[in-house]
């Protein structure tokens, strides 16, 4: 199984941008889906997740400015991003908890994308 994330770039103080994360493999269903993002020098912190019912939360540091989805026919998730600050340039990660079926077993993984990286110019 694989997240491949898609999206990121140079973008200007209150623009927008879209991030994609898409998952691959032998997936039997994708449970929560989010979006964490790190800084240098910070700690990676939450962002937005999104169930597999499409029940949301936020950070509030981007309540009202962010919005995650996701497309479970595609098992995509997105997020978009509006009226960037500064503060909101980091690598972007995004994670999915993951249900794969091994006869005669169904376990549940937690999945990592590889980043990608949100620059906000001032």
């Known amino acids: 199984v694989q997240l491949q994330a898609s999206g990121g770039g140079l973008v200007q103080a209150g623009g927008s941008v879209r991030l994609s994360c898409a998952a691959s493999?032998?997936?039997?269903?994708?449970?929560?889906m989010g979006w964490y993002r790190q800084a240098p020098g910070k700690q990676r912190e939450l962002v937005a997740a999104?169930?597999?019912?499409?029940?949301?939360n936020y950070a509030d540091s981007v309540k009202g400015r962010f919005t995650i989805s996701r497309d479970n026919a595609k098992n995509t998730v997105y997020l978009q991003m509006n009226s960037l600050k500064p503060e909101d340039a980091a690598v972007y990660y995004c994670n999915a908890d993951i249900s794969i079926y091994s006869e005669p077993f169904l376990d549940e993984y937690d999945y990592w994308g590889q980043g990608t990286l949100v620059t906000v110019s001032s």
């Open positions: 999104i169930t597999s019912g499409g029940s949301t």
């Open positions: 493999g032998s997936i039997f269903s994708i449970n929560a």
